[in-house]
C-alpha cells in the first residue's frame, strides 16, 4: 500500500502570493487533517477533512482553507501569504474506525520570502 | 484551552532506559498517541492509549492514568538511533483532530 503523498515537497513563495498545497491519502483512507510545524509553536493542527467535509477547525486565519475531493484527496491554500507562513505543512490520513492511528505524510516545506 | 506539556530535551546514555513524560488538560479525551519524528522526517506512530493500561511494543512502552492526565514512554535498551523527537498528541472529540505537545527531543549518547 502507498503511503501518503504530498506534493510538492519544496515551495518557494513571495509575500502576498497564494499556494495550494496537495495530499494524497493512504488508499481507503476517508479522514484527512492538515497541521502546521514550526520551530517555535510545534505541530498545530489546521484543519480535517472526512467524506469530503470539514468536520474540525483549528484557531488559524481565514487565510488558510482546504477542500476534499470524492477521491479523499485533500489540498490547502493559503492566500495572501505572510513571512509567518513559513513553516512544514504536514497531512495526515487516518483509517476509519476507533483506535486508529495517523499516517503523516513527508510533508511540503514552504518559505516565504 | 488545550495544553499538553512535556520536557523540551533530554540525553541519556546508549543502552540505557528513558522515561519522557506528558502532562495534558484538554476539553475532552479520545486517547492519547506517541509519535517519532527525525529531523527532517515525517512523524511515526509509536502507540495510543486509551484506556489505563500499560500498552508495551518491542523496546517502547507507553502508559496512561486518564484521571491525573499524564502519559510516559517508556524506551528501553536505548539505540543511537533512537535520537529524535518525540511528540505526545491527545484526540479531543469524536474526529481526528490531535492536539500536540512541543516535543521532547532526546539525544542518545555513546
Redesign the interface.
Known amino acids: 500500500k502507498a503511503g501518503?503523498t504530498q506534493t510538492p515537497r519544496y515551495l518557494i513563495k513571495t509575500r502576498g502570493q497564494q499556494v495550494t498545497l496537495s495530499c494524497s491519502p493512504i488508499s481507503g483512507h476517508r479522514?484527512v487533517?492538515w497541521?502546521q510545524q514550526t520551530p517555535g509553536q510545534?505541530?498545530?493542527?489546521l484543519f480535517?477533512y472526512?467524506s469530503e467535509t470539514q468536520?474540525?477547525k483549528?484557531n488559524f486565519p481565514g487565510r488558510f482553507s482546504g477542500r476534499q475531493f470524492s477521491n479523499s484527496r485533500s489540498e490547502m491554500n493559503v492566500s495572501t501569504l505572510e513571512l509567518g507562513d513559513s513553516a512544514l505543512y504536514?497531512c495526515?490520513s487516518?483509517e476509519q474506525g476507533v483506535?486508529t492511528?495517523?499516517?503523516?505524510?513527508?510533508?511540503t516545506r514552504l518559505t516565504v520570502v | 484551552g488545550q495544553n499538553i506539556d512535556q520536557p523540551t530535551e533530554m540525553t541519556a546514555t546508549e543502552g540505557a532506559i528513558v522515561q519522557i513524560n506528558c502532562t495534558y488538560q484538554t476539553s475532552g479525551f479520545n486517547g492519547l498517541f506517541w509519535y517519532q519524528q527525525h529531523a527532517g522526517e515525517a512523524p511515526t506512530f509509536l502507540s495510543y492509549n486509551v484506556l489505563d493500561v500499560l500498552e508495551e511494543k518491542g523496546r517502547f512502552s507507553s502508559f496512561l492514568s486518564r484521571s491525573k492526565g499524564y502519559s510516559y514512554l517508556l524506551l528501553k535498551e536505548l539505540q543511537m538511533k533512537d535520537s529524535a523527537s518525540y511528540l505526545c498528541a491527545v484526540r479531543n472529540n469524536a474526529g481526528n483532530m490531535l492536539t500536540f505537545g512541543g516535543g521532547t527531543r532526546l539525544m542518545v549518547k555513546p
Not at chain 1, 42 to 45: R, S, V
Not at chain 1, 101 to 107: I, W
Open positions: 501518503v479522514s487533517s497541521y510545534g505541530l498545530q493542527f480535517e472526512f468536520r474540525n483549528g504536514l495526515a487516518w483506535n492511528e495517523a499516517f503523516f505524510g513527508q510533508g
